[in-house]
């Protein structure tokens, strides 16, 4: 896409050091993705209440770090996603070490078995994740690809309506080139 200068320099005033790298080069903007994403899927037990953790999760991270860029829960019969954002590996252990208490009580209440973590990002940000987890949470890490695009910044302070989407593909062995 071919940028003014004025929006050039509306880019470099929002993004800098922010939570992607821009890069100007004769009128052309490219971005490459560096955030981090949790998506944190709870199997929720009938008759179990998990509802009543969502304000205490919300009311952690209106007061917590700041580099939270998106957070939010969404409801699908019994499975309960928690989305999460953060601009980098660092923001991320923050929010965990703030909500450490109350996941962990969630957790327990309906199963570690029951609940599913995947951690995507850039490589370089999830090997500073890594040597934190202990085990006692099932997360899975997934290598964001190198090509991946950041095409508009995230707004900040208002109500998150971006919409994801995590398909799950099972591949046969050996039908991966």
């Known amino acids: 896409a071919v940028v003014s200068t004025q929006s050039k320099q509306w880019y470099q005033r929002r993004v800098h050091g922010g939570f992607f790298r821009s890069r100007v080069s004769k ?19 009938a008759g179990e209440d998990y509802k009543s953790y969502f304000p205490k999760f919300y009311a952690k991270v209106k007061a917590g770090t700041k580099d939270t860029l998106y957070y939010g829960f969404a409801t699908c019969g ?13 923001g991320m252990l923050a929010h965990t070490a703030e909500v450490k208490d109350e996941l962990e009580g969630m957790i327990k209440q309906i199963g570690k078995e029951k609940v599913k973590i995947l951690c995507s990002g850039p490589p370089s940000e999830l090997e500073k994740i890594k040597p934190h987890m202990d ?22 302070g208002c109500a998150d309506t971006h919409v994801t989407i995590l398909p799950e593909f099972i591949v046969p062995a050996g039908k991966v080139d």
């Open 27 to 45: 009128k052309l903007l490219t971005m490459a993705d560096t955030h981090i994403a949790l998506a944190v899927i709870f199997d929720v037990p």
């Open 78 to 90: 019994n499975k309960v996603l928690c989305r999460e954002g953060y601009t980098n590996a660092a």
């Open 135 to 156: 085990g006692r949470l099932p997360i899975k890490f997934v290598d964001l690809d190198a090509g991946s695009l950041l095409l508009n910044a995230f707004p900040k």
